[in-house]
Antibody, heavy 125, light 111 residues
Framework: EVQLVESGGALVEPGGSLRLSCVASGFTLKTYSMNWVRQAPGKGLEWISYISPTSSTIYYADSVKGRFTISRDNVQNSVYLQMNSLRDEDTAVYYC??????????????????WGPGTLVTLSS | QSALTQPPSVSGSPGQSVTISCTGTSSDVGHYNRVSWYQQPPGTAPKLIIFAVSNRPSGVPDRFSGSKSGNTASLTISGLQAEDEADYYCSSYTGTSTYVVFGGGTKLTVL
């Protein structure tokens, strides 16, 4: 069974840092690109970062570029999101989500088929 | 990349059909057949219900269908059931470093 489980969410002060983790099981992580998507309280979904299977390609939304860093460890079956210079507007549930397989007919970014339950990051002074 | 445009809310009675629109641009929805739809009941993670415009993952009822015309994609739910009440989001691949853009979400109320 495919599972993604995020962790690392916490209450943090503005300007602080946090590292989120996403542990994958039930599939071979090294053959999939992965994403982070967040959802502020009562708001919609916002894609924030992508990482290819070998980490050769990485993308960020403008809202987090220069502050967040995505990484992965295919041996540890994990994807990470290092968040620095946190702002009030970063308060959200953070989900990791799986991209289609490399061999997918439909192409990258065409869907996110598995999501974790999310981890809550709250900014408060 | 701006968010895709969805109506904030739609409603329907059990057994009826509803359609949710998702409008993008010629650079995303209009250019790629990489539109997907997600269902999110309150307090849960999103669940993929339609991918590549009109394809259903295994286990998703055929009451859910997707289509696209020009820059607008649509999700139709027929034979509405109480358990369909949820937020629905569309997304599209952008072909740029902004990768994927989501719609603002539509709250479906089953009357």
């Amino acid at each position: 069974e495919v599972q993604l489980v995020e962790s690392g969410g916490a209450l943090v002060e503005p300007g602080g840092s946090l590292r989120l983790s996403c542990v994958a099981s039930g599939f071979t992580l090294k053959t999939y690109s992965m994403n982070w998507v967040r959802q502020a309280p009562g708001k919609g979904l916002e894609w924030i970062s992508y990482i290819s299977p070998t980490s050769s390609t990485i993308y960020y939304a403008d809202s987090v570029k220069g502050r967040f860093t995505i990484s992965r460890d295919n041996v540890q079956n994990s994807v990470y999101l290092q968040m620095n210079s946190l702002r009030d507007e970063d308060t959200a549930v953070y989900y990791c989500a799986r991209d289609p397989p490399l061999t997918s007919y439909y192409g990258s970014g065409s869907y996110f088929d598995y999501w974790g339950p999310g981890t809550l990051v709250t900014l408060s002074s | 990349q701006s968010a895709l445009t969805q109506p904030p809310s739609v409603s329907g009675s059990p057994g009826q059909s509803v359609t949710i629109s998702c409008t993008g641009t010629s650079s995303d929805v209009g250019h790629y057949n990489r539109v997907s739809w997600y269902q999110q009941p309150p307090g849960t993670a999103p669940k993929l219900i339609i991918f590549a415009v009109s394809n259903r993952p295994s286990g998703v009822p055929d009451r859910f269908s997707g289509s696209k015309s020009g820059n607008t994609a649509s999700l139709t739910i027929s034979g509405l059931q109480a358990e369909d009440e949820a937020d629905y989001y569309c997304s599209s691949y952008t072909g740029t470093s902004t990768y994927v853009v989501f719609g603002g979400g539509t709250k479906l109320t089953v009357l």
